[in-house]
């Protein structure tokens, strides 16, 4: 009856991710675009459901019409459930997320990523970034810095250590995630969970 779940554009890493998180193989190979239900995975019990909610965001060879389909149908799955989703894991790829967040953001846009940030903590889900991809990131803190700046969290990112989590999900490393979803949890009530 409890939920986390993870969203994000796609090729961020979530097939990954969830993968690493739950130990269950995930078939990466869909093809992209292609509308899909909710990946639901028990998660650390048997009450505690992870759910991977397909990818949004450009896509080589998918029609703009289906990508937004996709991205309304993720924000309707999270609407209807908003009541015991208790995290809200947004996955964004560390290498790319503030060249791509710039590039679109302007008079009448708002980024995919900033406005799935600030859509969450509106319906009441917590939300937390999954800063993926951090063996390939030099300038480590700056990079998060800028991340929170980007998403209206006055730096430094170490004051939102429950909201902003580096992570690289092929090496394995996930602490900083698990540790912040922890904390939610903890929030909410719900230490029994995890
Ligand atoms: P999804 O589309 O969000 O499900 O993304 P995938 O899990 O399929 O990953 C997309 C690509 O990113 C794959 O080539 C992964 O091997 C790669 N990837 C995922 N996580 C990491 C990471 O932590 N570090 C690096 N360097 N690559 C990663």
Redesign the pocket.
Known sequence: DAEVVLV???????????RELTGHTFD?GQRPGVTREPNHYDWASEDFVISDLP?FGFMKGVPEDVREQIKTDVVRYVEDNAEKILVGIL?VDGKSVIDIIDRHSGEDEIPHDVEMFHFLRDVGVPPVVAV?????VDDRDQRLNDLCDRLGLYPPWKQWQETIAP?????G?LGALEAAVRHHLHEAGRDDLF
Request: hydrophobic share 30%.
């Open positions: 994000g554009r796609s090729n961020v890493g979530k097939s990954t991710l969830m990466t990818g996955v993926n991809k951090m063996d390939k992570i690289s999900a092929k090496r490393n």
